[in-house]
């Protein structure tokens, strides 16, 4: 029985499902998206996030520890030096899996795994303060725009007079003295 063991085994030996994760794990970083079944995206969801905790952490025995796992040694330096600084400031969440349809041939949900690519915004206290700011701001520009519209005096335009314009007629051809003309 399989009780309390976490981790889905998706069919496969464990060696095999561990080679596939760093895999995975390694062209999701290098990448920063790819597209896979529902299941795999979200065992590989938390493998990169510990990686990218990895990252954030900077240190040498850090950069052993991913470089254990991760294949590719440049995936590991852009992972230390391009990746980790972006999340800096992020407390965990740093990839999203949006969800595609199936796929043609076996049936399978397929998703999209990426690395969350906006900035991380002020605290949810100050979204009201922008609230309030927006309700009041349309009032404020229209007492603005009536104030204006009050100060300047109303100039009247003059239309300029439209010039006769004289059409001629286009000669009408028919088509077969055209066709006769082509043949010649």
Do not use: W
């Not at 796992?69 to 972006?86: G, S």
């Amino acid at each position: 029985m399989r009780h309390n063991k976490a981790g889905k085994r998706l069919g496969r030996t464990t060696s095999h499902r561990i080679a596939m994760y760093r895999n995975m794990v390694t062209s999701f970083l290098n990448h920063e998206r790819i597209t896979t079944t529902d299941v795999k995206a979200k065992e590989l969801r938390s493998i990169a996030e510990k990686m990218i905790t990895l990252g954030k952490k900077g240190d040498l025995h850090a950069m052993r520890q991913a470089a254990s796992y991760i294949r590719d040694k440049k995936v590991v330096t852009k992972l230390f030096t391009a990746i980790a600084p972006r999340y800096a400031e992020r407390a965990g969440g740093y990839t999203r899996i949006i969800k595609l349809g199936i796929r043609p041939g076996d049936n399978a949900p397929l998703s999209v795994i990426e690395l969350v690519e906006e900035e991380l915004n002020a605290p949810k206290g100050t979204a009201k303060k922008k609230a309030d700011v927006k309700k009041t701001a349309p009032k404020a520009a229209a007492q603005a725009t009536a104030a204006k519209v009050e100060d300047t005096p109303a100039v009247e335009a003059a239309e300029p007079a439209a010039e006769e314009i004289v059409a001629q007629p286009a000669a009408v051809v028919d088509p077969a003295e055209e066709c006769e003309a082509k043949a010649d």
